[in-house]
């Protein structure tokens, strides 16, 4: 249960309790109509009653709103007081080492798409280029990208990143038939070197622990 909605079952409970008490000295005066001593004496005698009701009935209701304030209140506390736990220098390092492997590396996916159009290969090409976005972009991008604390730092990421999947459709659209241009693919190429090489300035941003 949220901590507003105890808080209104609280002071519902106490409306309550407060209604009940008040209607002692209005029902018990008509008990006996007919008879109207009788009905003085019940009114005096129910005044009494009020009175002495009165007092346990607002401690009773005090008393259990303290106790939904109590039990509210190191809820909150403990909501607020949560930290976030840093990631180590290992994990981060080790997370922005498979995006480097994939730009630097002679035997990761940049190199090899260099490779194939080095060899004018567009239908090779044009295979790798169409699943490597969910490999390369979805997959080591997005682990990278819970490492990072700050929102404007993930809208960053997120930009390069998408950056990154419209230089592999560029790819993609350059080796289709009726299309290919090697000009084209290694242009789209270089634009993916250098959107890749910003996402993995954003490393140094991440705090980890000491």
Do not use: H, W
Not at 65 to 86: C, R, V
Not at 142 to 154: H, P, R, S, T, V
Request: glycine share 4%.
């Amino acid at each position: 249960m949220s901590i507003i909605r105890r808080y209104r079952v609280g002071i519902s409970s106490v409306f309550s309790l407060l209604a009940l008490a008040l209607s002692f000295s209005t029902s018990l005066s008509f008990v006996i109509k007919p008879n109207s001593q009788v009905k003085a004496s019940v009114d005096v005698e129910s005044r009494r009653d009020f009175l002495s009701i009165t007092p346990a009935a607002v401690i009773s209701c005090i008393a259990g709103l303290n106790i939904l304030t109590t039990q509210s209140t190191p809820a909150l506390a403990a909501d607020t007081s949560a930290e976030i736990e840093l990631p180590t220098k290992e994990v981060v390092t080790e997370c922005f080492d498979f995006i480097r492997f994939e730009l630097e590396n002679p035997e990761g996916g940049v190199a090899y798409m260099q490779e194939r159009i080095d060899k004018e290969d567009l239908v090779g090409l044009l295979e790798f280029s169409r699943s490597y976005d969910l490999e390369f972009r979805k997959r080591r991008f997005g682990n990278a990208k819970k490492l990072m604390q700050d929102k404007e730092i993930k809208s960053k990421a997120t930009a390069y990143a998408n950056a990154c999947t419209f230089d592999l459709i560029g790819i993609n659209r350059s080796c289709r038939k009726g299309q290919e241009s090697v000009e084209s693919a290694n242009k789209y190429l270089q634009e993916l070197r250098d959107d890749v090489s910003k996402f993995l300035t954003l490393e140094k941003t991440i705090e980890v622990k000491t």
